[in-house]
Nanobody
């Protein structure tokens, strides 16, 4: 069984930065892709950024130039560096990975951007 542990969320002022981490453990042969999604209150979950095993990245338009996704394959960990945060970035951020048996979701970590 594969488990994901997310960390790094919290309260930050507008313009500030946070770094989210998501570490995968368990019975993992290989991780094909890793990504971050978010869900704000009353809204649908949406893709924030994703990265393939080869390092190719995809970003939602609303985070381009502000967020950076990266991964450490040796540690089975994906990161999301979030800069220039805005109040509209407030949401629960979820990590998702795609492995040989399908997709696995993390429990989510709350990011609140407020003064």
């Amino acid at each position: 069984q594969v488990q994901l542990v997310e960390s790094g969320g919290g309260l930050v002022q507008p313009g500030g930065s946070l770094r989210l981490s998501c570490a995968a453990s368990g019975s993992i042969f290989s991780i094909y892709a890793m990504g971050w999604y978010r869900q704000a209150p009353g809204k649908q979950r949406e893709l924030v950024a994703a990265i393939t095993s080869g390092g190719r990245t995809t970003y939602a338009d609303f985070v381009k130039g502000r967020f950076t996704i990266s991964r450490d394959n040796a540690k089975n960990t994906v990161y999301l560096q979030m800069n220039s945060l805005k109040p509209e970035d407030t949401a629960v951020y979820y990590c998702k990975i795609i492995v040989e048996k399908g997709e696995v979701w993390g429990q989510g970590t709350l990011v609140t951007v407020s003064s």
